[in-house]
């Protein structure tokens, strides 16, 4: 991964942040980068992980260097989640 993904992560988490109040936390924060080419698409994340709670054990669990710079957005998480599983 280039040097410029850390950049373009800290401009969409400054500017882009405030649209997960209005429900598009995925598609304006984790899409970035879960897009099939960085990252699995939200398609295949769900096909792997089918219920909350094994998508937040893997998000957990991770040790990619960006998503451990994210696990502490304990609320923009908890929305991702809700915006992929409903009230599951």
């Known amino acids: ?10 401009f969409t988490i400054i500017l882009l942040a405030p649209l997960h109040s ?5 598609d304006f924060f984790c899409a970035t980068c879960h897009n099939g080419s960085e ?8 096909e792997k ?3 909350k709670e094994k998508f ?3 998000i957990e669990n991770s ?4 998503m451990v710079r ?12 809700k915006e992929l599983f409903g009230d599951q």
């Open 1 to 10: 991964m280039g040097g410029l993904h850390l950049p373009f992560l800290l």
């Open 22 to 26: 209005k429900g598009q936390v995925w």
């Open 39 to 46: 990252a699995p698409t939200k398609e295949e994340l769900l």
């Open 49 to 51: 992980y089918s219920t």
């Open 56 to 58: 937040l054990q893997a």
């Open 63 to 66: 040790k990619n260097p960006y």
């Open 70 to 81: 994210l696990k502490p957005q304990k609320e923009l998480i908890g929305k991702a989640l």
